[in-house]
């Protein structure tokens, strides 16, 4: 059922069966497996990189909370992909925040912001920032 929620972008649902399905027949060999689908699911649901600032947050932490309960698994290096991948994002939605603050001359926010959105490996010029459509850069 998980699957096919994926397959249809339910998200929310995929995650739903997935917890179900770890009350139900969850044991040491398939937890690992089974959260970390939960994880991809998640990161599957940002449909657009610069909204919904809470999920990226739970989902940096989820990911850090898999990282230290399951640091052995063999999927640890898919979950620490896709926590540099949300870290990118985070740093530059706070950027995007910081900025605006700066527009609207609120220097203390800005300032917050701009230090929320460090993301100490990787310095600003070595990564570029996610592109959007054109259509959609008219509205942001």
């Known amino acids: 059922m998980a699957n096919a929620h994926s397959a249809n972008e339910e998200y929310l649902l995929a995650n739903f069966y997935l917890d179900e399905y770890l009350k139900r027949y969850g044991d ?28 990226l947050l739970d989902s940096i932490v989820r990911c ?14 898919f979950v620490q992909t896709l926590m540099t991948k949300l870290r990118l ?20 926010a800005a300032a917050l912001y701009a230090k929320k959105g460090e993301f100490a490996p990787i310095d600003e010029g070595e990564y570029e920032g996610a592109r959007r459509l054109w259509i959609r850069q008219i509205f942001e």
């Open 28 to 55: 040491r060999e398939n937890n690992d497996w089974i959260n970390y689908l939960k994880l991809y699911a998640d990161y599957r649901g940002f449909k657009q990189p610069l909204r919904n600032q809470k999920l």
């Open 89 to 108: 994002a985070n740093a530059e939605l706070s950027g995007n925040i910081s900025s605006l603050y700066r527009r609207l001359d609120k220097d203390d």
């Open 64 to 77: 850090e909370d898999y990282v230290a309960r399951f640091g052995e698994s063999e999927l640890e290096i």
